[in-house]
């Protein structure tokens, strides 16, 4: 034996082994194709395939744990495999095997309650009413009404599981899927000579099989818990025809009435017989608590410096009087059910005067004794719930205590028969805090229904619309309106899950949306008022900026509010596509001034406050929203312009780059006037006005010598805003200078005309004498 080669012994082994787990592995990408159909027909479709499948793998793990149990941390294990890698391993082919194990238990599951399903519809189906004709006894509708009340239970809690398993369903797909991209990602090229990267491609192979059992499995029991929800429903409606049937016709007599005493004295000699069985492990318990006092005695005096004895001797004392506590504890709560117990027949009673009741005082005193006896049964279970707390409370104190000890310690003794005595107690309160629930749930239910009855007229007619009404706007909001299929990709199959949108999703997206659009409206006029108040930005540019920025939350609302109901946007692809053919091109010039209005919003050619002429229409642009722009002529007079204009016409931006515009006068002068004086009175008075700027300087020019003066031309600059009116800088500018003019004496001429006559022959002038009217 001491020339075997251990190590190329084991690494063969290992080699042999990860070559079984990559050829075994890809098996499980048949599963998906068995499982395809289980949630429609789990009973006939998650038989043998899946069993027989399951039963490869156990197989197959099985053998690869024993092939790890070979293979030690030493020389055995690849390089750079250290013996985390192998416990990592071994932890994946445990919860393997376990998962296999469960998912076995599960199928019988799946089947039992397919079984369920059917013999209850069967059940159902074939139900024509009892078997005997009545009257019918008053405890026969009792437990039918508890079989529902344990029913509806049953199926609320169906419901919130389904919700969880889905939950937790989709958690597993998506780490299947990642893990299962980084095993492909880690298979390129599929085949590598480094055995650590071989080792470690193995082991993430291993956990996406468990993984995928895990999903299988969990796919199975959520088939189950639909079949056993919808058997549930199907008994409940089934016990409601029951309960409606067995109504009409009821009957509480004294037979009724000495059955309900026998029984009720059958438990109470029952709970007895538990007293005073506690009651002699209470004596029990005070001889070995006299005992123990007495070792103590002794240890304390014949060794005094052993704390270790002297401690577990007072722990052991401590214990049993702890015990001896929650034995007495249990007497006194056994005594109270027997109290409550002897409550069921007085209460059989007032319900029996209740029912026979012929005028209205006679009901109305058996109905106050039931009440009150609801009221102190809702005592009792007020105090089993505190006593339930605290019983838990010692508990947790106790299994702190223990948890801190090893398995040889000598304190277990005495603390483990503690623990098993409050264990015995809380269950104990727990039967107690059931019974008292339950009588008290069916004493509400006697009440009710008697309370009902003594509603007459408009008032219980209201109340029972009410109920439909509300019975009937559920039904409505819960019809499906459509469905979509989402589809997930395991393990190289494509799996098509389909989900239902109903009228209540859509109309509950509806409301969030319109609620968050409302509130996000109300922030948005707030940070307006904000800005405009610091003199950030001007009002006009606040409300366009306003404008476009809800146009983004309104997306983003609609967005993130089907994300939050998990309604996809496929959904609307048949309303996308009506739109497209219905109404493209009722709504082509809608889009295009929209598409418009984005266009000018980041361009910013055309901005809020800035003049434009355009379309034979100038002013300032007061606001540019999503379909069109307002702009404000001089005149006062605002112009719905279609953005489309914008892009498509030819726009004059008079403040595109810059807001300074220059202006011009003209001026004409008599001949022999002193130019270099008009140039220079032209200046002054531009200078002198402050709405002229300085940066550019104006400036005066001779133009030209024209017909009947010397032609002289004024240029200057002014800044466009809400202050300066170019018309009225003109007019001013105008009057100074005609007064310097004056002032110089330097005259503006008008038009003359010379007329010359031409005639071959003397003009005749003739001399006529007005006649003056007396």
């Not at 889905?166 to 000579?193: C, I, M, R, S, W």
């Not at 009855?453 to 408009?458: D, H, P």
């Not at 002429?613 to 300032?620: A, H, I, K, L, P």
């Amino acid at each position: 034996m001491t020339g075997f080669n251990w190590k190329k012994m084991n690494a063969a082994m290992f080699k042999l082994l990860s070559v079984v787990v990559i050829l075994a592995l890809p098996v499980q990408a048949q599963l998906p194709e068995l499982f395809e159909n289980d949630r429609t027909k789990p009973a006939e479709n998650a038989g043998p395939d899946i069993r027989t499948q399951l039963k490869v793998w156990e197989s197959e793990t099985k053998a690869a744990l024993l092939d790890l149990q070979k293979i030690t941390t030493g020389a055995g294990l690849p390089d750079g495999i250290t013996a985390a890698d192998l416990s990592t391993r071994r932890r994946h082919l445990e919860q393997t095997q376990l998962a296999i194990t469960r998912h076995l238990i599960i199928l019988d599951g799946v089947k039992t309650a397919a079984d369920e399903l059917a013999r209850i519809r069967i059940e159902k189906d074939g139900w024509k009413g009892f078997d005997t004709p009545g009257p019918y006894s008053v405890l026969l509708v009792d437990q039918l009404q508890n079989r529902r009340q344990a029913v509806e239970e049953k199926a609320a809690s169906y419901r919130s599981s389904l919700g969880v398993f889905k939950d937790t369903l989709d958690l597993l797909f998506a780490e299947y899927k990642a893990g299962e991209e980084n095993v492909n990602q880690a298979t390129t090229p599929p085949a590598t000579d480094n055995q650590a990267t071989f080792w470690r491609l193995g082991t993430a192979r291993f956990k996406q099989r468990n993984l995928f059992i895990r999903a299988s499995a969990l796919q199975q029991n959520i088939a189950s818990h639909e079949d056993l929800e919808k058997a549930a429903e199907i008994e409940l409606d089934l016990l409601s025809k029951q309960i409606t049937e067995a109504r009409k016709n009821t009957v509480f007599d004294n037979e009724d009435l000495e059955k309900i005493k026998k029984a009720s004295l059958d438990r109470q000699a029952g709970l007895r017989e538990e007293v005073s069985a506690i009651r002699k492990r209470q004596s029990s318990a005070l001889e070995a608590r006299s005992k123990l006092a007495a070792d103590l005695e002794i240890i304390r005096a014949a060794v005094p410096t052993d704390s270790d004895a002297i401690e577990l001797a007072e722990l052991q004392l401590k214990s049993i009087d702890a015990s001896m506590e929650a034995l007495q504890m249990m007497v006194d709560s056994l005594e109270s059910y027997d109290q409550i117990e002897a409550f069921v027949p007085e209460a059989y009673e007032h319900r029996r005067a209740l029912m026979k009741a012929e005028n209205f005082s006679e009901r109305n005193e058996a109905l106050s004794s039931l009440i009150a006896l609801n009221q102190r049964l809702n005592t009792w279970e007020v105090v089993a719930k505190n006593e339930l707390s605290s019983v838990a409370a010692d508990l947790a104190k106790h299994q702190s205590q223990t948890a801190m000890l090893s398995a040889n310690d000598p304190k277990l003794v005495p603390l483990n028969g503690l623990g098993a005595v409050l264990w015995e107690k809380q269950a104990l309160i727990q039967r107690a805090s059931q019974s008292i629930t339950n009588q008290r749930n069916t004493l509400s239910r006697w009440i009710e229904d008697h309370t009902i009855k003594q509603e007459t007229g408009w008032y219980a007619g209201v109340k029972q619309s009410a109920k439909r009404g509300w019975e009937a706007i559920e039904r409505i909001w819960h019809i499906p309106v459509t469905k979509y299929e989402k589809t997930i990709e395991f393990d190289g199959k494509r799996e098509v899950q389909t989900h239902f949108v109903t009228l209540g999703a859509i109309l509950l997206a509806i409301i969030v949306f319109i609620t968050a659009y409302l509130i996000a409206a109300r922030i948005s006029r707030r940070f307006q008022r904000v800005l405009v108040h610091r003199k950030v930005i001007g009002e006009n540019q606040a409300k366009t900026l306003r404008n476009w920025l809800m146009l983004v939350v309104a997306l983003l609302l609609a967005l993130a509010t089907l994300s939050w109901l998990s309604i996809p946007l496929t959904i609307f692809a048949f309303l996308a596509g009506a739109l497209a053919i219905g109404l493209g091109f009722g709504t082509q010039t809608i889009i295009k001034n929209f598409i418009s209005g984005i266009i000018l919003l980041f361009e910013r050619k055309v901005r809020v406050g800035d003049i434009i002429e355009v379309d034979d229409t100038m002013g300032v642009v007061t606001e540019i929203n999503t379909r069109s722009s307002i702009v404000r002529g001089f005149n006062g007079v605002e112009s719905l312009i279609p953005n489309s204009l914008f892009i498509e016409n030819r726009v004059v931006n008079w403040t595109l780059n810059s807001r300074f515009l220059r202006r011009e006068i003209n001026l004409g002068v008599s001949y022999g006037s002193p130019t270099d004086k008009v140039i220079e009175i032209l200046s002054a008075a531009a200078d002198r006005h402050g709405l002229v700027l300085k940066d550019p300087p104006p400036y005066a020019t001779f133009a030209k010598f024209g017909e009947n003066s010397l032609d002289f031309v004024l240029y200057f600059w002014i800044e466009l805003n809400d202050r300066t009116n170019g018309l009225i800088v003109d007019s001013d500018l105008r009057i100074i200078i005609e007064k310097c003019l004056t002032e110089e004496k330097i005259g503006v001429p008008f038009p003359q005309r010379d007329i010359h006559l031409t005639t071959e022959s003397p003009v005749r002038i003739e001399m006529v004498k007005t006649m003056e009217t007396e």
